[in-house]
């Protein structure tokens, strides 16, 4: 379910630009976006997501309303070497990227998920002793809440009478 292009006469930066925009997408979605997209790229990456729908029909007897664009790499290829005129008969070097795409589908998992989460449902039963248990330690933390509480009572006490204490040094200290 792979299908590639080599050498095709595109700049990878904007190769990749449209190719951020359906990663990820179905096939059906993909299609549907790069149709609506008026650039050079979005024309090569649809025949090349067309040429691999027909791939995993022919080779895997996939169905291609189930297949999700898995990966999609885009990378330089090599560059040819032009030169713009300049002043003076000197030359001015450009260079004009080709890049090599490369497209992989893959089989969504939505079906697969829906699956396994029917299943842990149907394993997944209430306890009725879980519940019971966490009665008891419901009762025995608000226990130890009201036992800190007082704990922080007392020590707010302490502290106070401590600053109460430094004032009055403080005032009875003689000033040099």
């Known amino acids: 379910m792979k299908a590639?292009?080599?050498s095709v006469r595109i700049a990878p930066k904007k190769a990749n630009l449209i190719a951020k925009m359906i990663r990820g997408m179905t096939v059906s979605e993909a299609i549907e976006s790069l149709e609506r997209t008026n650039k050079k790229a979005a024309r090569l990456l649809e025949e090349l997501l067309k040429s691999a729908m027909a791939n995993a029909q022919n080779n895997d007897n996939q169905d291609p309303k189930d297949l999700v664009i898995k990966s999609l790499i885009v990378n330089q290829g090599q560059a040819y070497h032009r030169g713009v005129p300049m002043a003076r008969g000197r030359v001015r070097p450009m260079r004009k990227f080709l890049?090599?795409?490369e497209l992989t589908l893959g089989v969504s998992n939505v079906e697969q998920k829906k699956e396994e989460k029917k299943e842990k449902a149907a394993s997944q039963k209430p306890k009725k002793d879980v519940k019971k248990d966490s009665t008891i330690k419901k009762s025995q933390d608000q226990e130890k809440g009201s036992s800190s509480q007082k704990k922080t009572t007392?020590?707010?006490?302490v502290s106070a009478a401590r600053t109460e204490r430094s004032r009055s040094d403080k005032k009875s200290s003689p000033k040099k």
Do not use: A, M
């Not at 007392?154 to 006490?157: A, L, P």
């Open 4 to 6: 590639s292009l080599r």
């Open 99 to 101: 890049s090599h795409i």
């Open 154 to 157: 007392s020590t707010s006490k």
